[in-house]
């Protein structure tokens, strides 16, 4: 199964889910890597020899646009699935429609609980006990397309938001590679809505 992953920080999970795909355990080729800037986990793609890209948007630009050129790059290398692993920009629905229901978003928190772009942040200053991890499918909304995995995550005593993400992500990498590896062996299917 090819996949394009995006991502628009540091890449932790993208790091995980290549060496999974590098040892066999994760049965995927990443064909490429895309950022919409000039993130510093493009270096795991790298590492690999894999190829990366970076399409920007420009502030006050027009989103569809973006999303088209975005949507160009990645047709480019004809993958099967295509992956927001810490993608922080919305893509356009025009963007969902083309590879949907193909792409994938984890997201750090049991949704629909903490949707949007802080989800740790939000969960951590609620005071809650326990959060979560969580991988959908990407719709037209924010994090509110099918859930396909998700787990539930404790808050520690001493937890810091920071403390809290890391063992968040080391669930969402677990929960992605099953994930993957369900639909590569047609265990799950994804379906059109
Ligand atoms: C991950 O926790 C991912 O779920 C989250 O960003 C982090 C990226 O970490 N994504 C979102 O919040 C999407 N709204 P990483 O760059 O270390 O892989």
């Known amino acids: 199964m090819r996949v394009v992953v995006l991502i628009s920080g540091q890449g ?3 790091r995980a889910f290549l060496d999974s795909c590098a040892e ?3 049965p995927a080729t ?3 890597v895309g950022a919409d800037v ?3 986990g493009l270096d795991h793609a790298r590492h690999y020899d894999i190829p990366t890209f970076v399409e920007p948007f420009e502030p006050g630009g027009d989103r569809d646009a973006w999303g088209s ?3 160009d790059r990645i047709a480019e290398f004809t993958p099967d699935l295509v992956i927001l692993s810490g993608f922080q920009r919305l893509v356009p629905p025009s963007f969902v429609r083309r590879f949907a229901p193909m792409i994938l978003n984890t997201h750090p928190a049991f949704l629909p609980e903490f949707p949007g772009a802080h989800a740790v942040r939000d969960a951590f200053e609620a005071g809650v006990a326990e959060t979560g991890a969580s991988v959908i499918v990407v719709d ?3 994090d509110t397309g099918p859930i396909l995995a998700q787990r539930r995550v404790p808050v520690a005593d001493g937890d810091t938001e920071s403390t809290l993400h890391d063992r968040i992500k080391i669930v969402e990498r677990e929960l ?3 994930v993957v590896r369900d639909i590569a062996n047609r265990e ?3 379906e059109e809505n």
């Open 176 to 178: 992605l590679a099953d």
């Open 24 to 26: 066999g355990t994760i």
């Open 69 to 71: 050129r975005l949507g």
């Open 188 to 190: 799950t299917a994804i």
């Open 38 to 40: 000039d993130a510093s």
């Open 140 to 142: 037209d909304g924010v």
């Open 30 to 32: 990443v064909v490429a």
């Open 12 to 14: 932790s999970n993208l």
